[in-house]
């Protein structure tokens, strides 16, 4: 695996990510034991200076490490959305990587395995590997030129979920140790959730996101569980929020995550742009909401 290559501003616009990802798991990951599964990439744009590559199929997921050039000790663990049904690998993944790089922060762009593909314990498996994640980068951040109080995560839409899941439920037994990495806290010093999933709640849910991550035998117990509003708490990390008040996926999910932050005390900053839609990542975003970017960058600096 190649590592310590840093991404320049200008850098290549493609990454050939099998080339550099490293796995978390020193074996078979917890429940996909046995598991025949074909990880399959298709490319969904048709101009080849601008990719847009959908991942399923993920038996061995990974971490895409994306070092900056000029490294502050941040970093950032990226977790692209896609419905928990696939993985916005570019636009919700690599691109991202790029734009934290350029602001001297170092980037690991999570490959987590899909909970309708045959794992047991399927609707644990994101949550496992983001766990997962988060205990490999910090066993490894002294080497890395990573403060392990600066390791965030950021997520975007189903990908925001398991962020949220990942920033409320850090704490919570979902698999056995494996080494040493699995002592160190999964805890993220900071949140960044862009267009999320919150809540299964009705009136408020993404049903297709519920679906593939709790099946159609799902119980209010579950639901519950996978409402992440219903888990802040004092110690749950700070958050910044972005969403779009004509988002299919509605705004209120950001809003009731930012109301339980707001009721115990934890700083947050939301922002609900009037247009912008769902999926806009940086590529897409025209007009007022493409300022989310700027707004991020200062609240990472203004984050003590």
């Avoid at 038996?59 to 692209?80: D, H, K, R, S």
């Avoid at 979920?161 to 439920?169: N, V």
């Avoid at 609900?272 to 300022?291: D, E, N, Q």
Wanted: charged fraction near 20%; include cysteine; proline fraction near 6%.
């Amino acid at each position: 695996m190649k590592v310590g290559i840093c991404m320049a501003v200008d850098g290549p616009k493609t990454t050939d990510y099998k080339d550099i990802e490293m796995r978390l798991w020193p074996w078979a990951a917890p429940g996909s034991e046995g598991l025949a599964l074909t990880e399959t990439v298709v490319e969904r744009s048709t101009d080849p200076a601008v990719p847009d590559r959908s991942v399923t199929g993920v038996t061995e997921p990974a971490i895409i490490p994306q070092f900056a050039c000029e490294p502050n000790g941040t970093a950032v663990l990226v977790i692209p959305g896609g419905g928990y049904e696939r993985l916005v690998i570019d636009k919700e993944g690599l691109d991202i990587a790029r734009w934290l790089n350029q602001l001297g922060i170092t980037a690991f762009v999570l490959k987590h395995r899909l909970p309708g593909e045959g794992h047991r314990d399927a609707r644990y498996v994101p949550l496992q590997d983001a766990q997962r994640a988060m205990r490999l980068i910090r066993s490894r951040a002294a080497a890395w030129g990573i403060n392990p109080d600066r390791l965030g995560v950021m997520g975007f839409s189903a990908g925001g979920h398991l962020a949220a899941t990942l920033s409320t439920r850090y704490d919570c037994s979902t698999y056995a140790p494996v080494d040493e990495a699995d002592t160190l806290s999964a805890r993220p010093s900071f949140t960044m959730l862009v267009y999320p999933v919150i809540s299964f709640a009705e009136g408020v849910l993404h049903k297709g996101s519920r679906s593939e991550l709790l099946g159609e035998d799902w119980s209010e117990e579950l639901s519950d569980f996978f409402s992440n509003e219903l888990h802040v708490n004092e110690n749950t990390p700070p958050a910044f929020i972005v969403h779009a008040h004509d988002d299919l996926v509605s705004p209120l999910n950001s809003v009731r995550y930012y109301t339980a932050l707001k009721e115990n005390n934890v700083p947050a900053e939301l922002h609900i742009f009037m247009g912008g839609g769902h999926g806009f990542g940086i590529r897409y975003a025209k007009g007022a909401v493409a300022r989310w970017t700027m707004l991020a960058e200062e609240w990472l600096t203004a984050l003590k």
